[in-house]
C-alpha cells in the first residue's frame, strides 16, 4: 500500500508550461497516470508512474495517407537519418551500439506512426529522449533530398546506355512484401471492407505507387502531422516525473498550435455501406514448380460505432471462443474439413479505429472456395443458434482473464504494452486510461454469463456477423504469369521515362546517383559522431542485481534437481519449466522434435481428447506449451574460456507453464499427464500439423 501511495504522489507534480487534464488511478496496473496539455504547442503528454525501472518513453504521430505512396512509413524511416542537434548520418544505428537500451524501435501503422526507446538506465533514457524528440520535430530529411531518395524512392542510372531502375529501402523493402501471398490477402482484405477511409490505402507503401511520392509531398506531409499539436507523447516507469516535463518543454516551448495538425489528421468512421456482401478476386505470383491452390477469406467490418468497454471485452473473449485454440469451434472445424493446409486471417483484429474479423484458409482448390466460405457461414450459424459449452467459456474466459491481471509482455518493456493499450482509445480523441480498466466490464460479464450463460456471446455473433452484410470473400488466385508481368510493367513504365527525357536530364539522374553513393558510402566527421551522446564508466550501476536462487538436488529422491526462485514480483503468478534430456535421441529423430512436440499439448492426453485437454488447461492454467532448447556445452576438462566449436551440444525437451499459486497443484498435475500419457494415435490431427507447418515455411520463402 506505501509503495502505491507514492506512486499516488506523482498524480499531483505540476510544470508551469503545462495544464492537467485529468489524473487517474490504474488500479489494475499499480499505475498512476496524469494527462497533460502543453500550454504553447498543444502536445498531450501522459505520465505513467509505476515501480517499474524499466522506463519507456514514446511519441506518436496520427499519420493517415490519402494515397498508397507509403509517405508514412518512408518517414518513419527519414526522420532517424539525422536531425538539427544530432547530425550523423544514422544515429539510429550508433544508439543502438552504444546504449543500454532495452527497446529502441520505430514502427508505421495504417493511422499512426510511433517512436519508442526503453532503458533501465536513467541517464541513457534521456539520452535516448533528446535523439529521438530533435529526430521527430527536426529532421534533416525535410530539407535533404537525398533521404527522401535513399529511405523512399529514386531513379538510378549509371551509364547513360542503361536502363533506369528504381531504388530505395522503403521501396525495395515493400517489394519484398508484395512478394508474399499473406500479405497481399491481407491488404486486399482490409482494402475490401474500408472502400472510403485512410485504411482502404497502404500506409507501408504500393511499388507501384511509391515513385509517384515527390519530395515536396514528403516535406509537407511531416510539416502537417509531425506537429506537437498532433502528438501523443508517453512516459512509464519509475523516473521523475517534474525532469519529464522539463526535458519536454524544452522541445515544445518553441511551437506554437497548429491550427491544421490534430483536425486535419482525424480518422474517418468506413459506415457499413454493403447492402449485400461483396466478391473480390485477385491474385499472387507462384512458381513454375509450386501448386496452383488457392487462399479464400471472408472478412467482416464489425463495427461502424464505438465499442462499450463492455462490448470491447466481451468481443474479444468471442474471439477466443471461436479461433483462440486449435479446439476452437471455428478454427477447428476449418482445420478439420480438409478443405485447405493452414488458417489464414486470424480472426478479431481491434487495434485501429474499427476491428475486423477475418478467418479464411490457404492451399485450397479452386472448386472448394466456395465450400470453405459457406463452412465458415454454417458454422457461426450455428454458433449464433445453439452457443457455447459451459466447459469452452469458463476456459476462455480464464485464459483472457490471466492474461489481463498477469500482463506478461514478454521481451518487451511492460510500459510499451501500456502505451499501445492507452493508444487504442487515446489516439482517437478518447481516455487513455479507460481502455486498460477491465475489472468492471469483466464483473458485468461474469454476472451475464451466470444470468443466461452463452447468450451474451450469440447475440454478439448474430450482431456483427452473421447478420453483418458488411462483409467480403477475397479470393486469391495463383498466377505463373504475375511477377513477369509486373517486371515487365515496371520495365515499360521506366522505358518511357527514360525517352521523355532529354540528356541534360539523363545527365542530371546520372549526377545524382553518384552523389547518392558517395554519400552513402562517406564516413560520418569526429564532429558529427560526437553530438551522439555516450554513457561513461560511471554511468553504469557497478553492482549486479541479485535474484534470489535455490538449489535442491535430487529432490525427494527422484533424483531430479529443482531451481526455486522466489520473486515477489510475479502477481501472485507460479511459472514453472520441466526440462528433460534427450541428448542420447538419435540424429534421425531429431527432425521430428517439433512435430513431437506440438502434438503433447494438441492431440489430447489421457482420459481427455484434444478439445477437452485444451479446455482443461485453459480453465486451471495460464497455459501450457512444450518446445526444444539445444544448447553448445563445454566437453569435461575443456577451457571455458575457449569459444566452443559447435559440436558438443545438450539438447532437451522444455515444458513450460503458468497458474495462480493456489492451481499450481492442477498445473503440475496436468504436466505429468501431458508427459506420460499423450496421445499420439490422431493420425487425422498429425496431417493438419503437417499442413500447417508446411504452409508457414512456404510463405517465409521470399518470392513465394
Not at 496436468?670 to 508457414?696: N, Y
Request: proline letters at 4%; hydrophobic letters at 35%; one cysteine or more.
Amino acid at each position: 500500500m506505501e509503495a502505491t501511495t507514492d506512486i499516488g504522489k506523482a498524480m499531483g507534480i505540476e510544470h508551469p508550461a503545462y495544464e492537467i487534464i485529468n489524473k487517474d488511478m490504474v488500479e489494475e496496473y499499480g499505475a498512476a497516470t496524469t494527462l497533460y496539455r502543453h500550454k504553447k504547442s498543444g502536445a498531450e503528454l501522459l505520465s505513467v508512474s509505476t515501480d517499474d525501472d524499466n522506463k519507456v518513453f514514446g511519441i506518436t504521430f496520427r499519420t493517415p495517407p490519402e494515397d498508397s505512396t507509403g509517405v508514412p512509413h518512408i518517414l518513419e524511416h527519414s526522420v532517424l537519418c539525422g536531425s538539427r542537434k544530432y547530425t550523423t548520418k544514422d544515429p539510429f544505428v550508433q544508439l543502438l551500439q552504444g546504449s543500454l537500451q532495452t527497446f529502441l524501435n520505430a514502427f508505421t501503422y495504417p493511422d499512426r506512426t510511433c517512436y519508442v526507446v526503453a532503458s533501465q538506465n536513467e541517464k541513457d533514457f534521456y539520452n535516448l529522449i533528446n535523439v529521438y524528440t530533435d529526430a521527430v520535430f527536426h529532421p534533416r530529411a525535410i530539407k535533404d533530398p537525398y533521404v527522401h531518395a535513399q529511405e523512399g524512392w529514386h531513379l538510378e542510372l549509371d551509364k547513360k546506355e542503361d536502363p533506369l531502375i528504381y531504388k530505395g529501402v522503403v521501396y525495395n523493402e515493400m517489394k519484398g512484401v508484395y512478394s508474399s501471398s499473406d500479405s497481399r490477402l491481407n491488404r486486399a482484405s482490409q482494402r475490401s471492407v474500408f472502400p472510403d477511409t485512410t485504411y482502404g490505402v497502404d500506409s507501408g507503401g504500393d511499388p507501384k505507387v511509391i515513385p509517384d511520392l515527390s519530395f515536396e509531398q514528403f516535406a509537407a506531409f511531416h510539416a502537417k502531422f509531425y506537429h506537437p499539436s498532433n502528438s501523443r507523447i508517453f512516459f512509464s516507469g519509475d523516473d521523475d516525473v517534474l525532469t519529464r516535463l522539463e526535458i519536454m518543454d524544452e522541445y515544445l516551448r518553441e511551437f506554437d498550435v497548429s491550427p491544421e495538425s490534430k483536425p486535419g489528421s482525424v480518422v474517418e468512421w468506413q459506415k457499413k455501406v454493403f447492402s449485400e456482401p461483396k466478391k473480390i478476386i485477385d491474385y499472387f505470383p507462384v512458381g513454375e514448380d509450386q501448386p496452383e491452390t488457392t487462399m479464400v477469406q471472408v472478412n467482416w467490418l464489425v463495427n461502424d460505432e464505438p465499442f462499450t468497454p463492455f462490448e470491447e471485452l466481451t468481443i474479444g473473449i468471442l474471439d477466443h471462443l471461436l479461433m483462440g485454440t486449435t479446439s476452437s469451434i471455428l478454427r477447428k472445424t476449418l482445420m478439420e474439413s480438409g478443405l485447405g493446409e493452414a488458417i489464414t486471417g486470424g480472426g478479431l483484429s481491434d487495434e485501429l479505429l474499427q476491428a475486423t474479423f477475418s478467418v479464411g484458409l490457404k492451399g485450397v482448390k479452386e472448386e472448394d472456395v466456395r465450400k470453405v466460405e459457406q463452412l465458415i457461414l454454417d458454422t457461426l450459424e450455428k454458433v449464433a443458434e445453439d452457443g457455447f459449452e459451459e466447459e469452452a467459456i469458463a476456459s476462455s474466459m480464464n485464459t483472457v482473464e490471466f492474461q489481463l491481471r498477469e500482463f506478461n509482455t514478454g521481451s518487451f518493456p511492460k510500459g510499451l504494452s501500456f502505451m499501445l493499450g492507452a493508444m487504442s482509445s487515446w489516439l482517437y480523441d478518447k481516455s487513455p486510461t479507460e481502455a486498460l480498466k477491465f475489472e468492471k466490464p469483466l464483473a458485468q460479464l461474469k454476472e451475464q454469463i451466470a444470468d443466461s450463460g452463452s447468450t451474451v456471446f450469440q447475440e454478439l455473433v448474430k450482431k456483427y456477423l452473421v447478420s453483418n452484410h458488411h462483409r467480403t470473400t477475397v479470393e486469391l488466385k495463383p498466377s505463373k504469369e504475375l511477377e513477369k508481368e509486373e517486371l515487365e510493367e515496371e520495365k515499360a513504365r521506366l522505358a518511357k521515362i527514360k525517352e521523355s527525357m532529354s540528356d541534360e536530364q539523363l545527365e542530371e539522374v546520372m549526377k545524382k546517383t553518384q552523389v547518392l553513393k558517395e554519400l552513402q558510402a562517406a564516413e560520418d566527421s569526429p564532429e558529427d559522431r560526437a553530438t551522439i551522446p555516450a554513457l561513461e564508466l560511471g554511468d553504469l550501476k557497478r553492482e549486479p542485481t541479485e535474484y534470489p536462487i535455490a538449489v535442491s538436488e535430487n529432490e525427494n529422491d527422484s533424483g531430479v534437481t529443482v531451481l526455486r526462485h522466489e520473486l515477489g514480483s510475479t502477481s501472485g503468478i507460479a511459472y514453472v519449466k520441466l526440462g528433460v534430456d534427450l541428448s542420447q535421441l538419435d540424429v534421425e529423430d531429431i527432425a521430428l522434435l517439433p512435430l513431437f512436440t506440438r502434438m503433447l499439448t494438441e492431440t489430447g492426453a489421457g482420459d481427455y481428447d484434444q478439445v477437452d485437454l485444451s479446455r482443461r488447461i485453459g480453465t486451471h492454467t495460464g497455459g501450457i506449451s512444450a518446445g526444444v532448447l539445444t544448447t553448445a556445452v563445454h566437453p569435461e576438462g575443456a577451457d571455458e574460456s575457449q569459444v566452443l566449436d559447435g559440436n558438443h551440444l545438450q539438447t532437451k525437451l522444455i515444458m513450460s507453464g503458468k497458474a495462480t499459486s493456489e492451481k499450481i497443484t492442477e498445473l503440475l498435475d496436468l504436466m505429468k499427464l501431458i508427459l506420460t500419457e499423450a496421445r499420439f494415435d490422431s493420425r487425422s490431427r498429425v496431417i493438419e500439423m503437417l499442413k500447417e507447418s508446411k504452409s508457414r515455411r512456404e510463405s517465409q520463402i521470399i518470392g513465394r
